[in-house]
C-alpha cells in the first residue's frame, strides 16, 4: 500500500517547491534568492532527497528562523522526478513552481509572474527569460516558444517547438498542474509534462525583468541522466530509452485529442522529435569511440 502523501494545512497564495539532493555547494545561495524576493507571502518548502552531505546542515543554518520555508527529509531516496511530484502533492497554493537547488531568481520574479497570473486566467504556466549558467559560460537564452491559443494549430507548433524544457521552472496554477500526470519516470518526462499543460490551458512569457538562473548541469552521458533522474544505475542504457517515452507521448495524445487525423499530426511529430533525439545519441557514442 502507498502511504498517501499530506498536504500541508493552511492555503497560501504561492508554494516554492525545492527538491534537493546533494547540493551543498550551490543552495546557499539558492536560499538567498528565495528569501530576498520582493513578495513576502510565499512559502517554501524545502524537501531532502536523502542528500549524503551538508546540504541538510546549510539549509537550517541560512533559513533559521524565518517562518516561510518547511524541510522534510526522505527517509529513503527516490528519483529526481519523484521527488519533484512529491513536494508539490505536499503544497496547497494557487500558485507552485519548482526550484532547484542551484537555481537563482531575481528579486521580482515571483511578484511578476503572480501579478501577471492574475490578469490572465487562461494562462497555467507562465515563465521568464532565462540565463543557463555552465561550467563553461552564462549567457541568456530568449525563450519564445508560447501556447497562445487553445487550438490544435496552436498546441501543434508548440510541441514542433520545444527544444531544451525550460518552461518547467516557470510558475503554474495549481489548479491545471493538479490536473496533469506530473512527471512521467521517464526520459523527457518534464516535456511530457508541459505538454499536458498546453492541453489544458495557455503558456506565455511574463514581459519586464524578471528572470531566473540556470544551472545545467553537464551530465556527459545517458547513463548519469538516468542515474539522477530516474535511479537507474546500469552499465548499459535501456533499449527503450526512446521508445517508451515516445509511447507515453503517444498514450497523452489519445488522453486529449479524439479525432483520429489529429492524433496522426501529433505523432508524426513526435515521431520526429524521437529520431532527432536518436542521432544525437548515437553522435554521442561514436564521439566517445
Request: aromatic letters at 18%.
Amino acid at each position: 500500500m502507498v502511504k498517501k502523501i499530506k498536504k500541508l494545512k493552511k492555503f497560501s497564495i504561492i508554494d516554492v517547491g525545492i527538491p534537493l539532493f546533494n547540493e551543498s555547494t550551490n543552495i546557499k545561495k539558492t536560499l538567498k534568492s528565495l528569501k530576498n524576493q520582493t513578495f513576502k507571502n510565499t512559502r517554501f518548502i524545502i524537501l531532502n532527497n536523502s542528500s549524503n552531505d551538508n546540504t541538510s546542515y546549510i539549509c537550517k543554518k541560512i533559513i533559521k528562523n524565518d517562518k516561510r520555508f518547511h524541510i522534510f527529509q526522505n527517509k529513503k531516496k527516490m528519483s529526481s522526478f519523484s521527488n519533484f511530484n512529491k513536494v508539490f502533492k505536499m503544497s496547497n497554493s494557487k500558485y507552485f513552481f519548482w526550484n532547484s537547488g542551484h537555481d537563482l531568481r531575481s528579486k521580482n520574479f515571483i511578484k511578476d509572474s503572480i501579478v501577471y497570473m492574475e490578469n490572465n486566467k487562461d494562462v497555467g504556466l507562465c515563465f521568464s527569460n532565462f540565463f543557463i549558467n555552465s561550467k563553461i559560460n552564462l549567457k541568456l537564452i530568449n525563450v519564445d516558444n508560447e501556447k497562445k491559443n487553445r487550438n490544435f494549430f496552436s498546441i501543434l507548433k508548440y510541441f514542433s517547438n520545444i527544444k531544451f524544457n525550460y518552461q518547467v521552472y516557470g510558475v503554474f496554477r495549481s489548479s491545471i498542474l493538479s490536473k496533469t500526470s506530473l512527471f512521467r519516470n521517464v526520459v523527457g518526462g518534464d516535456e511530457i509534462l508541459v505538454k499536458e499543460v498546453a492541453f489544458l490551458s495557455n503558456i506565455k512569457k511574463i514581459t519586464g525583468n524578471s528572470y531566473t538562473n540556470l544551472y545545467v548541469n553537464n551530465y556527459g552521458s545517458w547513463k548519469d541522466y538516468l542515474k539522477k533522474h530516474l535511479l537507474i544505475n546500469k552499465s548499459y542504457i535501456p533499449k527503450n530509452i526512446f521508445f517508451f517515452p515516445f509511447l507515453k507521448n503517444c498514450q497523452l495524445f489519445f488522453q486529449y485529442e479524439k479525432n483520429i487525423i489529429k492524433f496522426f499530426f501529433y505523432v508524426i511529430n513526435e515521431l520526429y522529435k524521437t529520431f532527432q533525439k536518436c542521432f544525437y545519441y548515437y553522435k554521442e557514442l561514436l564521439i566517445k569511440i
